[in-house]
């Protein structure tokens, strides 16, 4: 009788480690799907930001091909052109940067 009250302790005491252990998994399981949304939301910004990027050098390329030519007035055209895109270029360095840094 005594054997049987030892043994009925125990699984009291093993169904109390077994609860503990499944609400840990479970803490941890939520956890890990936090991390996993935060990486998604990331991913995504970062897709965005990058298509956002090639559609900006998309147009660039579009304007310095209509720009090119030997006419003088359009050369002049296209320094100024280079100029404004050389500082898009920066704005969108620094925009990557910080990104980067997120």
Known sequence: M??????DKKIVRLDKVDQNFN???????QVHQQQLEDLR????????AKLD???KLDAMRVEMKTLEGKDSVKNDLWK???KELY????ELEQENDGLKTQ
């Not at 005594?2 to 043994?7: A, G, I, K, N, T």
């Not at 609400?23 to 399981?29: D, G, H, K, L, T």
């Open 53 to 55: 990027a090639f559609e």
């Open 23 to 29: 609400s840990r998994v479970q803490q941890i399981e």
């Open 41 to 48: 939301r990331q991913m995504n910004k970062e897709r965005s």
């Open 2 to 7: 005594e054997e049987l009250r030892l043994r």
């Open 80 to 82: 100024d052109k280079c």
């Open 87 to 90: 500082d898009i270029c920066r």
